[in-house]
């Protein structure tokens, strides 16, 4: 099931934003087979006290290989010549060395899209070196303008750079560069950049700075903070509700739920009442809970929502009647989107583990007993089980 039901693609493990652009194709239907190492390396990933559940892993398939043995390239290349995608995240220069880079790949099967995340680009001066989302988005311009006036930029999760900026850029281009071979063109170099992706995630502000719209001082603006109208409020139970008021008819309203149209309150765009108009908000929120202001601004157009938390927001009426979020394996965890009318997306199988439902990939992928044999040989690790663990999933919540 799915828009890009049919298209194989071939991920090489990473963590971060190359597998989370690998689960948007697989969630649209594409068959991901992820090659992963034979045994999880020590610095792969954040360490944490609990078991790791890979939900950005979901709907692969797995077979295992150690990449520094050389016939483990022959292996690989077999995979790739069938393959219409692959994905990978290593430094620049990696998978050349290792003999799977593009060029090797795209002789092997031209009609390839070759996929390369990284933080810093492909080249420049800093594509060799290690970093993180947050050092990504800082060289970006986007983390400048995160965060409360006169103190330090905010940490915005690492949704900017490794998700938004990352992630989901490389399915784009991925998905922009099927397209074109679809069309008849040839395969091609997806090089995405989470820095290049922040950037672009902030080109709306790149316009307000150039039409002296946009202050470079956090707090200060419309959108980040600085208006009393966009901005989050503490509620008499210690929770928040997010509050933003842009245009005027729904600022109208929002002053109207919190009692204030009469309250003789400097205008919207008054900044110098904006410290005014806050302290009047502030107080407002703290008189009551969340719960009841959820109330007080139920089917209004005030633009105000509570601030859920990750446990919280599966249960919320919106969520339920679009079914937003599954249960994968017990797991409760966003669904496959954008929607498809004709085409629906499938609620995803859980993360293999390391050659689970390899086999089965394998097979489907064309290769026979035979030529599964010759991969064994050459190093591939897969299970033997076929599809016996992929019936761990639930519909609903």
């Known amino acids: 099931m799915g828009v890009l039901s049919g298209i194989r693609v071939l991920e090489f493990e990473a963590i971060g934003p190359g ?121 970006s311009g986007v983390l400048s303008g995160i965060g409360p006036k006169s103190e330090k930029p905010v940490v915005p999760l690492n949704l900017v750079g490794d998700y938004g900026g990352g992630g989901m850029l490389l399915a784009l281009g991925v998905v922009a560069a099927l397209l074109n071979v679809q069309r008849g063109g040839a395969g091609q170099v997806v090089d995405a950049a989470m820095t290049e992706g922040a950037a672009q995630l902030g080109a709306v502000f790149w316009g307000l700075i150039a039409s002296g719209n946009w202050r470079e001082e956090r707090g200060s603006n419309m959108l980040d903070g600085g208006a009393p109208w966009y901005d989050n409020y503490r509620t008499l139970d210690g929770q928040y509700m997010a509050v933003g008021a842009v245009e005027a008819r729904f600022y109208a309203e929002l002053l109207d739920k919190l009692d204030l149209s009469a309250a003789g309150l400097p205008g919207q765009h008054d900044r110098k009442g904006w410290p005014r108009l806050r302290e009047a908000f502030e107080t407002a929120f703290a008189s009551r809970t969340r719960e009841d202001w959820c109330r007080v601004f139920e089917g209004s157009d005030a633009c105000v929502a509570p601030v859920l938390g990750f446990a919280e927001a599966p249960s919320h009426p919106q969520h339920q ?77």
């Open 19 to 139: 597998p989370f652009g690998a689960m948007l194709l697989a969630d649209m239907g594409a068959d991901v087979i992820r090659i992963d190492r034979p045994v999880p390396p020590q610095d792969l990933g954040p360490k944490t006290s609990g078991p790791r559940i890979d939900v950005v892993g979901r709907g692969r398939r797995s077979v295992t290989l150690d990449l520094k043995q050389r016939s483990a390239v022959d292996a690989a290349l077999d995979l790739v010549e069938r393959a219409d995608v692959v994905i990978e995240g290593f430094r620049p220069g990696t998978m050349e060395r290792l003999g799977l880079g593009p060029d090797v790949a795209l002789a092997r099967n031209p009609r390839l899209v070759y996929g390369r995340m990284t933080g810093w680009g492909q080249n420049g001066p800093m594509a060799d070196r290690a970093g993180h989302d947050l050092n990504y988005i800082a060289l």
């Open 321 to 397: 009647a679009r079914g937003s979020f599954v249960k994968v394996a017990g797991v409760i965890q966003p669904g496959p989107a954008p929607r498809f009318s004709a085409t629906p997306s499938a609620v995803p199988k859980p993360a293999p583990a390391r050659g689970q439902r390899g086999a089965a990939a394998l097979r489907d992928w064309g290769f026979d007993a035979q030529a599964m044999e010759r991969l064994r040989e050459l190093g591939l690790g897969f299970d033997t089980q076929g599809m016996a663990c992929d019936n761990v999933v639930e519909t609903g919540i």
